[in-house]
């Protein structure tokens, strides 16, 4: 077998007419740096910026998109890595969970993990073996040799990866140290990114704890809904003065309906009694009430300019059994049907034509792209239409998001591309994989005779760098 | 820069075994008359056949396909000479909304509006530059001059555009006069469609005074429900009377379920007397008695042979505030969730079977395709599946829209295509890309082998011209 | 007009560099043996092994997909020999059938339909001439002479097809006779599979008399809840024994929700009391007992092994004056929107991470493939994702299943190539069409450089083959 190598026409359309255009477009962009302004990796790495531990720690364990898979086909958790909440009974030995992944290679054809991972393995670690049971070993030694290299330190691989600014998601509570520091080290290049969601909905069995973490944290008492509001209006007011410039959301509907303030107030002390002597509140209230707090949210960005980003519709641990033993966020997260016409009409009511207001919606539900979002975005200055987003950060996919979304929404009423990712090491290639799609959508306009090559070039630089800039840019 | 011109491959596929399959197609049907049986160009235009006044109120300002995308990128609608309901205050220059037009031309990247505007430009309107800020005056002189030539006149565009036949929408009160002057003049050329929407919608503000309306242009009292739907009835007879074909019915849900005629008579009173003393129907009430009109609709229509054309699924006016000020049509209107299989059901177990009835049927939500209009338009004769509407009259989703209802209703169900537009000079372009988009449709088959090329040939004669020709016809 | 062949390259992509690779992937599986699991051919064909009647009888009369398109275009069942559920007056002359169909072939062009029929009169028949009003006798005849021919008679077919083993579909009480014959001379060949629809939904009107079926044929008595699931669970088992793998479910909605014991038992006795008193159970109780007993059936296929395919969301019988007069399964079934995120969480909750349970969930509501069905399969291992099914088993309608599943939920969680269908002679150009539209897809993967080669080749064996033989595998 040859040696395993990334062809550099990978991703581009294959017919011999829109591939050289694609490419000429893919050329003009593909060095331009990183604006990843929406992602889950822990802040410690770039404020300790130790080396990362092992392959697997770094490659496979925290992967849900990785580990789902894998369990799909039989593996169980334990046997990746992943611990039951409460205790120890997991593979300890790295060597051992890689092996794993490595013999499951097959399981990723036709998915962006494979896609991702091939980029990972080649052009970071340098690896020229396709995975196998009978190639791990050789491929985790590399890795792991690497990784020992002082230059694959997280803030080195900032630099190497061409990642101009970072966000990461931060709760409410979150005191933000690691950003005072990181501020002070590399300023302007990873700012916070304000999480409120489990304060927003009273009927979770951690809602009291999480209160009073945000008590501690704002210095306000949250045991009235004033102080509960005020406390929010702090903590954003931190993250301001930290230099985050987003909020986020991950609400299962996308309704955004208000309460009046009295009924508003009576839910949250009826959710707060509830929460000691047992009784609670319902689930509808509670979905009332979180689609309240969501316009209350909208409220404060148009005050303080937190660009507000929206990611509802997803059932999140559809196993309930798998959530209580391994905790949440283990692949075990399902899309809904979302609706979005009448649940942002509240909020794109009262700020939708507001130059203040900036909101950006993601969705895991590719039907509402030409039916709601891209009508909604076409029309309303305040809304943007975010990236293909989790099980639609694909090839495919994306392709279909630009063909459903453009002609309604054209592209500058689009956030351009945000990845949404725990692991680091597939930023890049992610990035990369959309300006490729990106390239061959515009290049099919091209050779469509449907836009001009200049106007694609200019199109694929606004997708890749200059649109989430502005997206994201401080009201 | 070189000239700005047409490619006369433009919208074709561009694989090169595909494309000259496909240009064989769309020569063989380019020439083609159109049919352009829906539509909202104002009956007057070719009554009174007077000049076009500027370009900018031909082509900017009514249009909000285009005005909605400035707004987006946070024009303001007086800006763009869309004044408010009542009064002044917006911009009357219209050189200089011509030119905001042209300024925000990137904005229209990838969009239809883009790529009708240029059609309309260089083969009607010579112009020879892409629009800016800078181009815009020598674009905006030129095409002013073309409007001054009496070659330019609606009636004269109608020969020049290939109109064979063009349908007007006309309120149900409508007194026909314009109809019967053009009927004199160009007979069978202009025909009036009967839009009973208003009458149908008991809830709204506006339905007293339209009821008055309609008693008096159909001489019949219209305070009780049956001398109501007699007066409906007349009405349709004058449109029949006048050459009408058709009736249009934009709804919000595609229910059509008939109620008893004492609880319609009783919803019709309670409406009636409430629009008086203020205490109106519910919006339950009134969806219930619009789902009642419709079945109705379609009896009377199995009666006069007028064939239904039904255009639900849109949530009009998304923001009051806007349509408060400036009116409806400004663009904020929001597709959403259309369930057919249920709704029809009622009309289609009475009629669907009948060769007395003929109902086609337009979505905004592209999910029923697939699932729900081709398996319905694939058995009941009298159904069936009007072209891609509004938003999805566009080349990538006509495309989605063969690929995902041909397999399941064939061609012969289907209305071949139907533009609906209250831009006139937009009529050619889009006539011209659908044959463009259908041919690279069939030469796809061809190249696949799915379809011989004399097939595709005949069938896109039959999509561009006989089809529609055959849905229209009289029953 | 030149003789009328088959494409050696049909139905794959045009595009010149991806079609030689998929021409080289197709070729690599054309000739596997046909796997056949899930359809509707009546076992007493090959139990008793007669000649095929009539051309008009083989392939026109009973195939629904070919009689609504015409019935669409204006034809009445009895013209096309499907008869009146209770009495004569429908064509019986068969050579006058086969007319009506070649005269309308016109109206199959682009339909799967059209496909399969071309694939089957060319290959199996030798046809040289396309059908019409002209060639129909000559069609005819040639068939007619043909299927006299004893190498034509059903079990010869299987070999000649290739088909390696077939399921047929046979209600919960059938005795099983024809399978015991069939076990004796070709031995694990022709298998049954358990479909036991009609006695999980207690309000249709055959209910009481299927119940005694039931009872006859398990020796139990079903006059309780406790013996009804008695006589469900022997049934399952006599399946087991004469070979079965595989139960068959087509309820209206996805829901599996379970009742408490008392109430379904309750339920029960209510619609058994109901259907001899006429007071029956309303629909909503009987939704609730139908996915209660759903979820009795996984219960009972994690004992006895049995493979789950569930087959839910059509709208059976839309036009209820057509079924009454000419029974079910004419063409008047319409997809209707389907949930299976919340409807299958209870089946999955209790028994998704099993390895002892498979459950095969099919759909003809494509929104699903990437929002619930290919997230829920690419976790859960017990789910696979069944192929694209009735409406969706045509080639641009497979393609967009590939394209909108494997991203998410890769290969290894799908079914590969299931058929559908009582038109016997089609199953050979259904499995040769889907490889092929399988290999026009992992061509362009490959194209693409998103998967190599070999891997391809190695994946369309899997779908062809051994994914549908893993898939139903005894648990």
Redesign the interface.
């Known amino acids: 077998m040859t040696a395993w190598t990334?062809?550099p026409?990978?991703?581009?359309?294959?017919?011999?007419?829109?591939r050289p255009i694609a490419r000429e477009i893919y050329e003009a962009v593909q060095d331009l740096p990183i604006v990843s302004m929406h992602g889950h990796v822990d802040v410690t790495a770039f404020a300790d910026d130790e080396p990362f531990p092992d392959p697997a720690q770094l490659l496979v364990v925290p992967d849900h998109y990785l580990t789902?898979?894998l369990?799909?086909?039989?593996a169980q958790l334990p046997e990746l890595g992943v611990g039951p909440v409460d205790g120890p009974g997991f593979e300890s030995d790295p060597r051992e969970i890689f092996r794993r992944f490595c013999a499951g290679w097959?399981?990723?054809?036709?998915?962006?993990t494979?896609?991702w991972m091939e980029h990972e393995l080649v052009e970071i670690f340098g690896v020229t073996v396709?995975p196998s049971a009978e190639t791990a070993d050789q491929i985790y030694d590399q890795i792991a040799e690497t990784l020992a290299d002082p230059t694959f330190r997280p803030r080195a691989l900032l630099d190497r990866f061409g990642i101009e600014i970072i966000g990461t998601t931060d709760p409410a509570w979150s005191t933000l140290d690691e950003h005072a520091r990181l501020a002070a080290d590399l300023p302007g290049r990873v700012l916070p990114t304000f999480r409120p969601d489990p304060l927003l909905h009273p009927a979770r069995a951690t809602w009291q704890g999480d209160l009073e973490r945000l008590a501690t944290a704002s210095g306000i008492a949250t045991d009235t809904y004033a102080g509960y509001l005020a406390a929010l209006r702090e903590r954003r007011a931190a993250f301001v003065a930290a230099g985050g410039l987003a909020t986020d959301h991950g609400h299962l509907s996308a309704d955004t309906t208000p309460l009046p303030d009295d009924v508003a107030s009576s839910l949250f002390e009826k959710a707060l009694r509830g929460s000691s002597d047992g009784s609670g509140i319902s689930t509808a209230e509670e979905s009332a009430f979180s689609a309240h707090m969501l316009f209350q949210m909208a409220a404060m960005s148009v005050e303080d300019g937190l660009v507000m980003q929206f990611h509802p519709g997803v059932?999140r641990d559809?196993?309930?059994?798998?959530a209580a033993t391994f905790g949440p966020d283990k692949?075990?997260?399902?899309?809904?049907?979302t609706?979005f016409?009448?649940g942002l009409?509240p909020v794109?009511?009262a700020f939708?034509?507001s130059?203040s207001f900036r909101m950006i919606a993601f969705t895991?539900?590719?039907?509402v792209y030409?039916?709601?979002l891209?009508?909604?975005?076409?029309?309303?200055?305040a809304l943007r239409l975010g990236a293909p987003w989790w099980?639609?950060d694909?090839?495919?996919?994306m392709r279909?998001f630009r063909?459903?979304a453009?002609?309604?929404?054209?592209?500058?009423?689009m956030s351009g591309f945000v990845d949404d990712t725990r692991a680091f090491c597939s930023i890049p290639a992610r990035h990369d994989l959309a300006r490729r799609v990106d390239a061959g959508y515009l290049a099919?306009?091209v050779?469509?005779?449907?836009?001009?090559l200049d106007?694609a070039v200019?199109?694929a630089a606004d997708l890749a760098y200059h649109l989430p800039k502005l997206a994201y840019a401080a009201r």
Do not use: C
Not at 394 to 397: E, F, M, Q, S
Not at 406 to 413: K, Y
């Open positions: 990334l062809h026409d990978r991703a581009l359309p294959a017919d011999p007419v829109t789902r898979m369990v799909s086909q039989g097959k399981h990723f054809r036709g998915t962006p494979r896609y396709r059932l559809h196993d309930p059994a798998v692949g075990y997260d399902i899309p809904v049907v609706e016409a009448h009409r794109l009511e939708g034509n130059a895991v539900d590719e039907d030409s039916r709601e891209a009508p909604l975005a076409g029309v309303y200055p099980f639609l694909a090839p495919d996919a279909r063909e459903a453009t002609e309604t929404a054209g592209f500058s009423n099919r306009l050779a469509e005779h449907r836009l001009d106007e200019d199109t």
